[in-house]
């Protein structure tokens, strides 16, 4: 047998597998965050240090963490509007999630609104409590009716 046989396939990792693996660290990073108050930089330092992120897009990890911390306020503002409850009184989880998923539907213009609801709904079926996948996503989807009423509208004319 040669080396090549014995040596296990490496499986190439996709750019939407990088991009998950990037929301599910920046979830929990952000939720970190959220619980520790530690300073966002330390917290990417840490995880950048403390995780093999080869099979990760670093850069959105990055961007995502970041853009978050950063319009933190402004997120919670937008999404508020569709909550049953306060933002203080939602679950760390759905609150990390919801940033996320808001912050790319109105900053990542380039990531189709679906895309970014379905993947906060994902992390919210991985990390979060039984039915918070549901909540997640009729807050999202109300949001991305106005943040992206055009886009919306044209996927629904199809």
Not at 18 to 34: H, S
Request: aromatic residues 6%; neutral net charge; glycine residues 4%.
């Amino acid at each position: 047998m040669s080396d090549s046989e014995n040596t296990p396939k490496k499986t190439k990792v996709s750019l939407t597998d990088k991009r998950r693996n990037a929301r599910q660290y920046t979830l929990q990073a952000l939720y970190q965050w959220q619980m520790a108050k530690q300073p966002v930089n330390e917290i990417e330092a840490q995880f950048r240090v403390n995780n093999d992120m080869g099979d990760t897009d670093v850069s959105l990890f990055s961007q995502l963490l970041r853009g978050v911390t950063a319009h933190c306020r402004d997120l919670d503002q937008a999404y508020s509007l569709y909550l049953d409850r306060s933002v203080e009184d939602l679950d760390p989880v759905e609150l990390a999630v919801l940033r996320i998923g808001s912050y790319e539907l109105l900053h990542r213009l380039e990531v189709p609104y679906r895309v970014a609801i379905n993947e906060s709904v994902e992390l919210a079926k991985i990390f979060g409590a039984t039915e918070s996948h549901r909540y997640v996503n009729g807050i999202l989807d109300k949001l991305a009716q106005t943040a992206r009423a055009a886009e919306v509208i044209a996927k629904r004319g199809r």
